[in-house]
């Protein structure tokens, strides 16, 4: 992990702050710019075992050297805060990950708190959010032909299009089958994989 070059790292984080909208929620759209796809998994897939896995294989296919995950409640927008950002590359392991995120126990752990983190690599073809205190996670394209060579890493994190998930879809799932009405709503027209979603650049 200290052999990730600082051009790479800040290139990531930079793409985390130009990917998404830090002062939107969901269900409203929380990412800025243009993306074509959108899948939704548990926010535990974020801080478990297969999310090293499912980012170094994206980062692979799309040519990226590193990701930063920045908890978006701890880190000011307009600075590379390191205590707030895990970088992860190709070499990171799971449990070198997994020790990043229980750094500083459950007094401050990522872990353990209910925060809002977002992920992307140096080469911008994905970006990941998370509300950790909804249970929810979702992952942006950019281009629809992203969601073909994505598959693989998309599975690992059980990540599904929304349309799929809620309750009524053909593979509802917790949280998704427990959404309350407006949520439901929200989510689907927001981020149902029809043409591409424009989000601002602020």
Not at 14 to 41: I, Y
Not at 77 to 105: H, K, M, N, P, W
Request: charged residues 20%.
């Amino acid at each position: 992990m200290s052999k990730m070059s600082a051009s790479g790292r800040l290139a990531a984080f930079e793409n985390v702050k130009r990917s998404v909208n830090v002062d939107t929620l969901l269900p409203s759209l929380v990412f800025a710019g243009t993306w074509a796809k959108f899948f939704f998994c548990e926010s535990d897939r974020i801080f478990g075992a297969h999310f090293v896995g499912a980012v170094t294989e994206l980062m692979r296919l799309e040519g990226g050297t590193v990701a930063c995950l920045a908890n978006l409640d701890l880190t000011p927008v307009s600075e590379l805060a390191g205590f707030a950002a895990i970088y992860v590359d190709r070499a990171t392991t799971t449990e070198q990950y997994r020790d990043a995120l229980q750094a500083g126990g459950p007094q401050s752990g990522w872990l353990y708190r209910m925060d809002r983190y977002a992920c992307a690599s140096d080469a911008g073809s994905w970006c990941i959010y998370c509300e950790k205190s909804n249970d929810v996670a979702v992952i942006a394209l950019r281009d629809n032909s992203d969601a073909d060579w994505s598959r693989g890493p998309l599975t690992q994190l059980w990540a599904k299009p929304i349309e799929e998930l809620v309750d009524g879809g053909s593979s509802p799932l917790f949280p998704f089958d427990m959404l309350v009405p407006d949520w439901r709503k929200g989510l689907i027209d927001t981020y149902g994989n029809g043409p591409s979603h424009d989000g601002y650049d602020g």
